[in-house]
């Protein structure tokens, strides 16, 4: 099963993108092997380090990996089509809770008080529902190239190697997207870029990859925001 999953593997060969922690490959270039059919399994190398914490973080170097990263999306195959979908996961469920809201909620010792919670917020939580479609509406019409992201840039998935080198971990959520996705304040904003020596870190990484087109300073703020709403 090929899809976007499989990007890492490449970094070391081709790419030169030592900071991605890639699974190892397998003799058929295989990267996951199914267990039954419920469960699969990847291996990776061990890594000597530690998670990295919001304060002892080096933000511009991680900052200029996120740059490289996003640099080499003219290496994804064209046949690897994984796309960020814009959408919330379990909407469908979340509103038929909405739509239950005037019965009893008996499952569970906590039911009843998350069905009171939402009850008397149920109008706020349906507005900020709307505004997220009408972003995800913005973001989709912004006209922007779209780049491969990690998508779950928090400290747990940043390791500090030997040397303070960041390693990015977990890629089960790589998708092609709007780099926002990675640079926004979602995830408590790790990548988010604060200063200009962080704006210079990332587009310098761009720029020296020879990709130019997401350089630059600006950032599209209903990006940002639907981020931080999903």
Do not use: K
């Amino acid at each position: 099963h090929r899809d976007l999953h499989s990007f890492p593997t490449r970094r070391s060969s081709d790419l030169g993108l030592e900071f991605v922690h890639a699974p190892i490959t397998r003799p058929d270039g295989a990267v996951v092997a199914r267990l039954g059919d419920d469960y699969a399994v990847s291996v990776f190398p061990f890594i000597e380090g530690a998670s990295h914490s919001m304060t002892g973080l080096d933000r511009p170097r991680l900052l200029e990996a996120v740059g490289r990263l996003h640099a080499c999306t003219g290496a994804v195959p064209v046949d690897l089509p994984r796309r960020d979908s814009l959408t919330v996961p379990i909407r469908s469920q979340f509103f038929e809770s909405l739509d239950a809201l005037r019965s009893d909620w008996n499952h569970g010792p906590f039911g009843e008080s998350a069905r009171r919670l939402l009850g008397d917020n149920e109008s706020l939580i349906r507005e900020l529902w709307d505004r997220c479609d009408e972003l995800a509406d913005e973001v989709r019409d912004a006209g922007v190239e779209w780049v491969i992201t990690h998508g779950q840039l928090h400290p747990a998935n940043v390791l500090r190697a030997i040397g303070d080198v960041p390693i990015l971990i977990d890629w089960d959520c790589v998708a092609l997207a709007p780099r926002e996705r990675d640079l926004g304040r979602h995830w408590g904003g790790l990548a988010e870029p604060r200063t200009r020596e962080d704006w210079v870190a990332y587009t310098s990484a761009c720029a020296g990859a020879g990709h130019q087109s997401v350089g630059g300073r600006s950032v599209l703020a209903h990006g940002v925001a639907l981020g931080t709403l999903r």
